[in-house]
C-alpha cells in the first residue's frame, strides 16, 4: 500500500477527527495538510475554534507527515508537542499544513502551521512543533 493511501485508511478511523468533522486535504512525502470547517460544536465562549480543536488537527497532520516518510511496517506516536497560538482561530475554514523537519530511524522532528482562511486569504493562527516517536510490532498503530 503506498503511504497516501496508508494515512487514509488511517485516518478514517480516527474518531476525533470525525467528531471534529476534520478531512485530509493533500498529502505528499513529508506533508500532510488536515483541514476542518469551523462550527459551534467546537467553538469557545468568544465564537473562535478551541485550541483543543485546532491543537488536534495540528498534530495529527504532523503525526501523518511523519508517518509518510516511514516504512510501511511501523507506526507513529506523538511523544510530546508545543503549540503557539498566535491569533484567533476563526474563518470560513482551517487548515493544519504538517511538514517533516527531521527524520530519523527513532524520533522524527515534525511542524504543523495552523492557518485560518477566509475569502481566499490564510492567516497564520498557531504553530506546533513535535517529536514524533516510530514504534515496531503494535498491531494497530500503522494502519
Known amino acids: 500500500m ?7 485508511s488511517s485516518f478514517a478511523k480516527q474518531g476525533l477527527m470525525t467528531t471534529l468533522g476534520a478531512a ?17 460544536e467546537i467553538s469557545q465562549q ?12 495540528a498534530d495529527t ?15 507513529v506516536l506523538t511523544t510530546e508537542f508545543k503549540i503557539n497560538l498566535v491569533a484567533p482561530a476563526i474563518g470560513e475554514r482551517i487548515i493544519a499544513r504538517g ?4 527524520a530519523g530511524r ?7 502551521d495552523v492557518f485560518a482562511v477566509n475569502t481566499g486569504q ?3 493562527v498557531a504553530v506546533l512543533m513535535a517529536t514524533m516517536m516510530t ?9
Open 2 to 8: 503506498d503511504f497516501a493511501a496508508r494515512i487514509r
Open 24 to 40: 485530509l486535504g493533500e498529502i505528499s512525502s513529508g506533508r500532510v495538510d488536515v483541514e476542518l470547517r469551523p462550527r459551534p
Open 46 to 57: 468568544h465564537g473562535f475554534v478551541h485550541a483543543g480543536a485546532i491543537s488536534a488537527i
Open 61 to 75: 497532520a504532523a503525526g501523518y507527515a511523519a508517518l509518510s516518510v516511514m516504512p510501511a511496517d511501523v507506526g
Open 99 to 102: 511538514r517533516v523537519v527531521k
Open 106 to 112: 527513532t524520533l522524527t522532528l515534525t511542524q504543523s
Open 122 to 124: 490564510e492567516k497564520l
Open 135 to 143: 514504534i515496531e510490532g503494535r498491531e494497530g498503530i500503522s494502519d
